[in-house]
């Protein structure tokens, strides 16, 4: 992404675990949400909840509204408002992605109705279309950002706003637990700031298994890794398989481990262990990290533990090994996913019926009950006094209470209702979360995007593959369309290093010089500056930036890997595709410099397009789909080299259309959907058919 280049490591510092204390519990029990028995009546909790691990908390009605906080010396800007201080004024707010507009509409509805101050919501090209804004010295007042690290760049790069000059700070503590508090504070270039306001998260690390076939073979929950262990064990005995394990997952194959990993190392290392990782001090080879690897080897690589046998671990879809937890009887029993896992159930299975959960159990009772996060932040990128005002109505549940219904989400608020959640396994999860003892971001999120997303992937998937290769006694097989004959024979010669284009760079062992060349190529030269060959690969979505802020930023639609001989430079054309369509197309002496993506549907719709192999303007169609949020009229010429000119067809336009799609995202969230009848009438019946399915 653009941010990709704007690298910061992220410290998040040590501190202590954050049970809450006598003094902030008292707060807590008499400002928010539910009582236990309350949440008994809409759902039935995994397990029993000691009293001493939950806060009750009791609410007779909804209506009931929390203690206004105390005014600061220059007021509450957010009861000024309400007051009408404000009625006229407009506040630009930016989301990632287009589809999002309604949702946030709707949270807005109520705060521009109290206030009288106008919202207006702009879409960007994921989190790099924020940073774009910024770079063009148009930010927008505030913003929505999923990925802590990109939270952390902005902030360093002295961009936002505190949220305490917004929002009263003894609101903040009433209203969040310190760990959302913490997670939100980072480095600025005067000092630490409270860099955003968590608005919602989903919880990772939780356990799901077949309700009713689990309760019908006696099984219990384990409170215990001990008893984890044990359970699996009985499963074995039983003729069972205890766990679905898979990690295959396209480009971004590992990251499931990486989820696992950081769910052990919370509980079996102090929380400065967690944060060296983060920051860099610690590696995989240090002793903490080597200590929970081995305990998720104590899982993966048991004899009998996973379903398909541990050699199957590194190409079983992840998304698609829960599946076996429904047959009948289940081919494995328990799953180790995010809260979105239950959305990707067979349609049949119900939650508290035929599936429920349970938290991964604590491994060393010194370190309690962690939890794993991810989420939603909103930040601030312009002090005004009717921003302020938005913020501080972002840091109420009430602002968060559209995505309560999403399946998923829960709302970090305090004030939060547990009625406010659409479905019981929403609920359930709303309950849950009162026994963690504190909640930490995914540490892969929060690491600088050269040591955190695919490098760390590739990292852990290699030592997963070679360790199921060796408990299953099969040798790694050579790739589909390598010739045995040719193999070279064994040799003590170490194997070529092989690196993602941007890690390259950024370790200084090459150089890479680019140039424009028309809409669909782009030159590299690359230089070795070591004294061994190098393996540079080039991924599909690797994203080259212009240095011109006239000319389009490029995609890559072919990935590369090229070997590159000390001294030498290696001249290529890579085949890309322009990502911003209002811009000059590239000209020779236009340079580019380059990141790991431009965005993740960006990135994941040039993998369909590859496997895809279609004509260039239909790709390039659907690349301006996404990146431009293109409409039938804008797709326009589509203009190659310098020389020719080509119309993007109505045939084109349609099969553009249908790829979006297809790379899972929505199509009917483009302005493009509002043209399939003049597509269709060109396009013919097969076209018009697709349409009439997605209405």
Request: glycine letters at 8%; proline letters at 6%; a negative charge.
């Amino acid at each position: 992404m653009f941010v990709g280049l704007l690298i910061l490591v992220i410290t998040l510092g040590s501190r202590e675990a954050d049970r809450e204390s006598a003094e902030t519990v008292t707060v807590r029990e008499a400002t928010v949400r539910r009582t236990v028995e309350q949440a008994a009546q809409t759902v039935e909790p995994t397990e029993a909840v000691p009293s001493e691990a939950i806060v009750v908390r009791e609410r007779e009605s909804e209506k009931e509204s929390v203690p206004a906080p105390r005014l600061r010396p220059d007021g509450d800007l957010y009861e000024q408002a309400l007051a009408g201080a404000f009625r006229g004024s407009r506040v630009e707010l930016l989301v990632p992605r287009s589809g999002e507009e309604e949702r946030y509409q709707e949270a807005l509805s109520g705060f521009e109705r109290r206030t009288g101050i106008g919202v207006d919501i702009v879409t960007g090209e994921g989190t790099g279309g924020l940073f774009a804004h910024v770079a063009g010295n148009d930010p927008p007042d505030i913003a929505a950002v999923g990925v802590l690290r990109y939270v952390s760049q902005l902030a360093d790069q002295g961009l936002l706003v505190d949220v305490r000059g917004s929002v009263p700070e003894d609101w903040l503590e009433t209203n969040y637990r310190p760990s959302w508090l913490r997670m939100a504070t980072m480095p600025g270039p005067q000092g630490e700031i409270m860099a955003a306001i968590w608005h919602t998260y989903s919880p990772r690390g939780l356990v799901f298994y077949p309700k009713d076939d689990f309760e019908a073979a006696g099984y219990e929950v384990p409170e215990t890794w001990d008893e984890l262990m044990a359970l699996s064990d009985r499963i074995v005995e039983d003729g069972g398989t205890p766990w679905c394990v898979g990690i295959e997952s396209g480009p971004a194959t590992g990251w499931i481990v990486t989820n696992w990993l950081e769910d052990v190392l919370l509980r079996t290392a102090p929380l400065e262990a967690y944060d060296g990782w983060i920051s860099g001090d610690l590696d995989l080879q240090s002793e903490p990290l080597e200590d929970a690897y081995a305990h998720l080897a104590e899982i993966w690589f048991h004899e009998g533990y996973v379903h398909g046998g541990a050699g199957a671990i590194p190409d079983t879809p992840y998304m698609a090994c829960a599946e076996a937890m429904f047959e009948d009887p289940p081919n494995c029993w328990l799953h180790l996913q995010a809260s979105f896992m239950a959305g990707f159930l067979p349609d049949v299975a119900v939650y508290g019926q035929d599936y429920d959960w349970f938290p991964l159990p604590s491994i060393d009772e010194a370190y309690g009950q962690p939890q794993t996060v991810w989420g939603t932040l909103i930040v601030m990128l312009n002090d005004r006094p009717e921003v302020s005002a938005a913020m501080a109505y972002f840091a109420r549940g009430e602002s968060a209470r559209p995505w309560l219904d999403d399946g998923m989400s829960l709302s970090p608020h305090e004030d939060a209702l547990l009625e406010w959640y659409g479905t019981p396994f929403q609920r359930s999860m709303a309950v849950g979360m009162e026994q963690v003892t504190a909640f930490y971001p995914d540490a892969s999120d929060a690491m600088p995007n050269e040591r955190g997303g695919q490098p760390l992937w590739q990292e852990l998937t290699a030592m997963v593959s070679a360790q199921a290769a060796s408990m299953e006694g099969v040798a790694a097989l050579p790739r589909p369309d390598t010739a045995t004959d040719d193999v070279d024979p064994p040799t003590d010669r170490p194997p070529r290093r092989r690196g993602n284009i941007v890690d390259l760079i950024a370790e200084g062992v090459i150089e890479v010089e680019t140039r424009g060349s028309g809409i669909d190529e782009l030159e590299l030269d690359i230089k070795d500056l070591l004294e061994e060959a190098l393996d540079v690969d080039i991924p599909i979505g690797t994203y080259f930036l212009a240095g011109s802020a006239g000319a389009q930023n490029m995609v890559v639609r072919r990935g590369e890997v090229v070997t590159v001989n000390p001294g030498e430079i290696l001249g290529l054309v890579l085949d890309v595709a322009c990502a911003n369509m209002e811009r000059d197309v590239p000209r020779n002496e236009d340079t580019f410099s380059v990141a790991r993506e431009g965005s993740p549907e960006l990135t994941q719709l040039m993998i369909i397009l590859n496997e895809s192999k279609l004509p260039y303007d239909v790709e390039q169609g659907a690349v301006w789909i996404v990146t431009n949020n293109a409409n039938y009229h804008d797709l326009g010429t589509l203009v190659s080299g310098f020389t020719q000119a080509r119309v993007i067809s109505s045939e084109d336009a349609a099969r553009a259309m249908q790829l979006v799609h297809e790379s899972g995202i929505d199509i009917r969230t483009r302005r493009i959907w509002l043209d399939r009848g003049r597509i269709a009438e060109e396009a013919g019946a097969d076209f018009q058919a697709w349409v009439d399915s997605l209405k």
